[in-house]
């Protein structure tokens, strides 16, 4: 069945340093969201993408979707210590959420 | 505007009892979703409403779990009875739209079975 793997599981970065989380789904996605869940807390949408190739910005987060619309990252620049969450992607319309990565910033 | 309501916050229950979870979606969201996350996992999508009618169910276990959202409302989960294996936290979400627009979530309903 279908499969979003994330990786890493867990990402340990100095403050100012950064961080990447890559997902990777077994069969095409028709789109792509982003969430962050900090400790204790729900899942917060950050972003959704939906075209081939496409690139998006917010402030120091840049997400991409691959060309084959079965893979997405999301790249942190000069991570603080508000960036400490777990963020998950999710296809398809919420169908089917990767596994995470667990970010730990060290101040 | 307000966000996603759930209660309770938090239920312990014994195995084989049931058990109902509530949430009110933001006003005017069409949508509202059911996911169950456990611990160390991400969300898994359980039940998916447009209004008062389901959309998706594929991934709710129908021999112990029910949904329902008869005014297009407000939305109840049941299980009834509950297992071990049912011990997560129950996300309720809303969005405006499809399911393609953003997706607004509650703080959950953390459930122990015990």
């Known amino acids: 069945g279908q499969q979003v793997m994330q990786i890493p599981q867990y990402q340990h970065v100095q403050e100012g340093e950064d961080f990447t989380t890559y997902c990777n789904s077994s069969?095409?996605?028709?789109?792509i969201q982003w969430y962050k869940q900090r400790p204790g807390g729900h899942p917060v949408f950050l972003i959704q993408?939906?075209?081939?190739?496409e690139v998006k910005k917010q402030k120091r987060l840049t997400f991409q979707f691959g060309e084959a619309k079965k893979n997405s990252s999301l790249h942190i620049t000069a991570t603080q210590t508000t960036d400490v969450g777990t963020y998950f992607c999710?296809?398809?319309?919420?169908?089917?959420f990767g596994t995470g990565t667990r970010l730990t910033v060290i101040p | 505007e307000a966000g996603v309501a759930q209660s309770p916050r938090y239920k312990i229950i014994e195995k084989r009892q049931s058990v109902a979870f509530w949430c009110n979606p933001i006003s005017g969201h069409a949508t509202l979703y059911w996911y169950q996350q456990i611990l160390g996992q991400g969300p898994k999508l359980l039940i998916q409403f447009q209004n008062n009618g389901v959309v998706d169910d594929s991934q709710l276990p129908k021999d112990r779990f029910s949904a329902e959202r008869l005014k297009g409302v407000d939305s109840t989960l049941k299980i009834q009875p509950a297992k071990l294996e049912d011990s997560a936290v129950y996300l309720c979400?809303?969005?405006?739209?499809?399911?393609?627009?953003?997706?607004?979530f509650g703080p959950g309903t953390r459930l122990t079975v015990t």
């Open positions: 999710a296809g398809t319309n919420n169908l089917f």
């Open positions: 993408l939906v075209k081939s190739g």
């Open positions: 979400a809303s969005s405006s739209r499809g399911p393609s627009y953003e997706q607004y």
């Open positions: 069969t095409t996605l028709s789109n």
